[in-house]
């Protein structure tokens, strides 16, 4: 059904903003009605719900994230992004874009993306 796909730069220094942008295929942001979901895994730790978006634009995020995180989308392009800002390296990750049958970490997360690997480095 949906195909996902992340992009966004191969490296971000730290104190700035990681920026990444899904790609949706096979499905539409405004048609289908999932949650539009961001999800990390750091080097050696498990999952971390970050942030979602969702119909009429509604977002939630993780409260461990919220104050330096923003999940937007542009519905011309059929994308939804990322933004984390004021970034460390403790944020080095693999970052998935997935969709989710309901707001939250709780979700089934029914499709996701490949993964792209995000250094937070100098």
């Known amino acids: 059904q949906v195909q996902l796909q992340e992009s966004g730069p191969a490296l971000v220094e730290p104190s700035q903003t990681l920026s990444l942008t899904c790609t949706v295929s096979?499905?539409?942001?405004?048609?289908?009605?999932?949650?539009w979901t961001w999800i990390r895994q750091p080097r050696g730790k498990g999952l971390e719900w970050m942030g979602a978006i969702g119909y009429n634009s509604n977002t939630l995020y993780n409260p461990a994230l919220k104050s330096r995180t923003f999940v937007s989308w542009d519905t011309s392009k059929n994308h939804f992004a990322l933004q984390l800002s004021s970034v460390t390296p403790v944020a080095t990750a693999l970052y998935y874009c997935a969709i989710s049958d309901r707001m939250g970490a709780r979700g089934a997360f029914d499709a996701w993306g490949q993964g792209t690997l995000v250094p937070i480095s100098s």
């Open positions: 096979d499905g539409s942001i405004t048609r289908d009605y999932y949650y």
